[in-house]
């Protein structure tokens, strides 16, 4: 038996979904050496940071909190919707619907009551996360209601799955909220943010992001989730060393010791 069988479902009859698999990985994994050589997505404290290769006449820019809430917006509605477009009493597909939808909305939520913004992000980067989640949140559902019908995987990991959803929405929403705290009424410019794990790596908030997308992968068990899930972590290992990169270089005293994202590692 082919022991990939134990832990996934086979891949689904679709073209598509396929051929998706590989193009939304390959395209996430490559942002993130993109981000490690210097080339970001503008939005955040690198908004501005390609900027040099266009006029700012060129470029569309929003403010971050309606950049943000364009970006997470269709994914939300995407997963809410799938409710309706793919009704079923399969227990997995559920739970990785329900997933989905409440951390999305979780992400507007954020937008809307806890992020602190000081930057603009470039309309084009707030289209491209957008399309990105949009299209990974659909498909994910998408490859799931394929599955069905197919033989389980003998190794169940749903309820990791959902241990590692809801420990990695717990860590993600409590650092944002630390991040938030970082500055007064008012302040704008950035600092050192501190609590939690930021006294061991300047991006727990994407390390717990990624522990999320895990969890989809592991309630799915389904090769796309994987794999996205995959390109996610490498994007945000990316995105983290870039971060750290600038904190160090804006930070005279930035602490030795505080990682890019993997405690005493990396």
């Known amino acids: 038996m ?10 689904p009859p679709s073209t598509f979904v396929n051929v998706m698999t590989v193009v939304s990985s390959t395209a996430m994994a490559m942002s993130g050496f993109s981000e490690m050589n210097g ?14 290769s266009k006029s ?11 950049g943000m ?21 399969d227990g997995r597909i559920l739970l990785l619907k329900s997933a989905l939808t409440f951390h999305f909305f979780k992400r507007i ?9 000081s930057s603009k992000m470039v309309l084009d980067t707030a289209f491209k996360i957008s399309l990105s989640y949009f299209l990974s949140t659909a498909i994910m559902i998408y490859t799931q209601h ?7 995987p003998s190794i169940d990991l749903k309820n990791i799955g959902i241990g590692c959803f809801v420990m990695g929405i717990i860590g ?14 008012g302040e704008k410019e950035y600092k050192i943010p501190n609590g939690g794990l930021f006294c061991l790596v300047i991006c727990p908030h ?61």
């Open 69 to 89: 809430l364009l970006a997470y917006t269709p994914a939300f509605l995407a997963g809410a919707a799938s409710f309706w477009f793919f009704p079923s009493d």
């Open 56 to 66: 700012s006449s060129e470029e569309s820019k929003v403010s971050s909190k309606y």
């Open 2 to 11: 082919d022991i990939s069988s134990a832990f996934l479902f086979p891949p």
């Open 109 to 117: 939520f954020e937008v809307l009551f806890v992020h602190k913004y």
């Open 206 to 266: 994407y390390l717990f992001e990624i522990i999320v997308y895990f969890g989809f992968a592991f309630i799915s068990q389904a090769i796309f989730p994987l794999c996205f899930a995959t390109g996610t972590a490498l994007y945000l290992a990316g995105r983290s060393y870039a971060t750290r990169k600038w904190y160090v270089s804006k930070f005279e005293h930035f602490p030795n010791h505080v990682k890019a994202l993997l405690p005493f590692l990396f």
């Open 146 to 152: 394929l599955s069905q019908g197919f033989p389980a």
């Open 172 to 185: 993600n929403f409590y650092h944002h909220y630390l991040l938030s705290r970082t500055r007064g009424k």
């Open 39 to 52: 080339k970001h997505l503008q939005y955040s404290k690198f908004w501005n940071a390609n900027g040099a």
